[in-house]
């Protein structure tokens, strides 16, 4: 497992390439070991994570009968739901890299979106906080929540014109591969497996 001093290193390297700096490319270990660690992002998310289980539960108990609550399996459908939102993204991006051409860059994809997600995962987790705490806010945290989508969207596709190059198609379309489908299959799977409030 990545060390902490290494994750800041990655966090770094992305920023870098946020600014259009290629010197983020040394602080990123863009190989296909680097690929496979940067799923260790997974563990270092885990208490935000927790946090949007949490949340997740009051919201679907809130639907439910008074006195009647959830065990052990509506965790475990939430960890097959958040497994989905790692994995797929990478199968899409993967075969979407194979197809036109770019397979080269798909180690180095998966690692800019493995650590990225890492921060957007905790200032989801801080927005759910302030729901948690204060239900009045509501309204304001789903503006926030928006503004959060935004800034995904215009950080990850800077990273990835850093990654992919000049090619203003290829990266709106592996931006798009990477965020999109993860987000649909996820409420399906929500609504399949019986965890979704409503």
């Known amino acids: 497992m990545p060390t902490l001093k290494e994750v800041e290193f990655y966090l770094m ?14 602080y990123l270990d863009l190989s296909d070991r680097g690929a496979l660690r940067s799923f260790w992002a997974i563990a270092w998310a885990l208490p935000a994570i927790l946090v949007s289980f949490i949340w997740w539960q009051m919201l679907f108990v809130g639907t439910l009968p008074e006195g009647v609550g959830v065990g052990g399996l509506f965790y475990f459908r939430l960890v097959m739901v958040e497994a989905m939102n790692w994995v797929l993204p990478v ?16 180690a180095s994809i998966v690692v800019a979106a493995n650590w990225l997600s890492l921060p957007v995962s905790y200032s989801y987790a801080v927005l759910v906080l302030v729901m948690m705490l204060i239900p009045a806010l509501s309204g304001l945290i789903a503006l926030l929540w928006f503004l959060l989508m935004l800034t995904l969207i215009a950080v990850l596709f800077r990273i990835l014109w850093m990654i992919i190059g000049d090619h203003i198609l290829t990266v709106a379309t592996v931006t798009m591969v990477l965020l999109v489908p993860s987000m649909l299959i996820a409420e ?10 409503g």
């Open 13 to 26: 390297g992305l920023w870098l390439l946020f600014r259009k700096d290629a010197a983020g490319f040394t």
């Open 91 to 106: 199968i899409l991006v993967g075969i979407l890299c194979w197809m036109i051409g770019i397979g080269e860059k798909f």
């Open 188 to 197: 399906m799977l929500e609504r399949y497996l019986g965890v979704y409030p």
